[in-house]
């Protein structure tokens, strides 16, 4: 699939710039070639003798160089690519790309080119979620570039928590996810999936029986289509597809947040079992049966999230797709819940037990929408996640 493309890739500044050396093995070995650029920064992590011996070509550095220019401009050097790919992304060069400066080679690379970019984020915990990090975030998203992650785990600096730059592989997957073309092409898509974990006490929890195996396959197969999906899932039991932005949550209230940092989107996909209360007032320490008694639960309600999407007046999905699991009257139930939620269609299931569908590999659905229910033969949920996105892709581009 990589086979002949070009990437241009822009090393940043980061402790994570070792594991651009691996990424530039993988994407040789599936035949791609990498023209690398380093920054000033990325020199301090990595050697230009390294990435260059593994690219197999010249390691750019300056934008004042004469014997480059000579060669190969820099405005060339952009252009030549299929794709430019930004690993590690540090805070800086987002903030120079959402900013639109170019004051050295990479960033101006970044500003003289219309061939897409796909950037890995990689820098603590604090500056992801920093403001200006979020708003940098949202802005080149709104002007068009991909994202790769970050992962959540344990960082070089001791701290936990989202900004890891992701693993060399997912970065080719997204690579490739990035090149594929496709219908949905240079479409963004969130979708939810899983379940959520309400904490009771540190150790307990109340969750649901969603295993994430229909979110995942939606994910899967809108990727496959070439769109680009911010994927937020609860804690699943089926592994997360390959080549989408991973965000990871455990509650309700945190998928809520993780949805609104994700936006803007073309589509937003709910597929998440999202528990509809939590424990009022959880406790922080574990409730002990001798000394507690038996334990009282207040819950509270959760946020909405379907429901509040559905409803933006700006940034508003132009398609915002909810899920029904409904035990009884099926189709008169999920019409409601379109109209109450305000979605533009509602993905019906029946998951009372007999069906074996909760947990399950296979699905039914009715597919609810301006134009009446319409009734799916029962089918894999790989098949039911193929004929979604194609809908979705038709609805997007149609
Ligand atoms: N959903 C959500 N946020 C919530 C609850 C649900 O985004 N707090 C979304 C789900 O992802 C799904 C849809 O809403 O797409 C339907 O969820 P469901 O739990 O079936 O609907 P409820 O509103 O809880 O209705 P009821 O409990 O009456 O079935």
């Not at 819940?337 to 069906?355: F, H, L, M, Q, Y």
């Amino acid at each position: 699939m990589l086979a002949s493309k070009r990437i241009l890739l822009i090393i940043g500044g980061g402790i994570a710039a070792y594991k651009s050396l691996d990424l530039i093995r993988r994407l040789r070995e599936r035949g791609a070639s990498v023209t690398p650029v380093l920054t000033r920064a990325a020199e301090e992590f990595v050697t230009p003798l390294s990435v260059s011996a593994l690219a197999g070509e010249k390691a750019y550095r300056d934008l004042f160089d004469l014997t480059d220019e000579a060669e190969m401009g820099h405005i060339q050097l952009s252009r030549s690519a299929d794709l430019i790919v930004v690993a590690p992304a540090t805070a800086d060069l987002m903030g120079k790309m959402a900013a639109g400066l170019a004051n050295d080679l990479a960033s101006t690379l970044l500003m003289a080119t219309d061939t897409p970019v796909l950037c890995a984020p990689a820098m603590n915990v604090r500056m992801w979620n920093h403001p200006a990090t979020r708003r940098n975030y949202r802005q080149l998203t709104e002007d068009g570039i991909r994202f790769a992650g970050p992962n959540e785990g344990d960082m070089a600096c001791g701290e936990y928590g989202p900004g890891r730059m992701s693993e060399p592989l997912e970065i080719v997957a997204a690579i490739e996810a990035a090149l594929a073309g496709g219908p949905l092409a240079g479409k963004r898509i969130l979708v939810t999936s899983g379940p959520t974990h309400e904490p009771i006490d540190p150790v307990r929890y109340i969750a649901n029986r969603s295993s994430g195996a229909q979110g995942t396959a939606i994910a899967r197969a809108l990727v496959s289509l070439g769109a680009e999906v911010v994927f937020v899932t609860g804690p699943a039991e089926v592994a997360p597809p390959e080549g989408v932005e991973l965000v990871h949550v455990r509650t309700a209230q945190q998928m809520s947040d993780a949805v609104d940092a994700a936006l803007p989107v073309d589509a937003g996909v709910f597929a998440a079992a999202v528990a509809d209360w939590r424990v009022d007032g959880a406790s922080d320490r574990k409730l002990k049966k001798s000394r507690d008694g038996m334990p009282v639960l207040q819950f509270a309600e959760n946020p909405d999230i379907l429901k509040r999407v559905s409803h933006m007046e700006k940034g508003r999905p132009a398609l915002v797709v909810g899920f029904a699991a409904e035990t009884d009257d099926v189709i008169a139930h999920a019409t409601v819940k379109r109209t109450r939620k305000g979605c533009d269609w509602i993905v019906a299931n029946d998951v009372s037990p007999g069906t074996g569908i909760m947990g399950g590999s296979e699905n039914a659905v009715v597919l609810i929408s301006d134009n009446g229910a319409e009734e799916w033969p029962r089918m894999g949920k790989d098949a039911v996640a193929r004929r979604l996105a194609e809908r979705i892709a038709a609805a997007l581009t149609g």
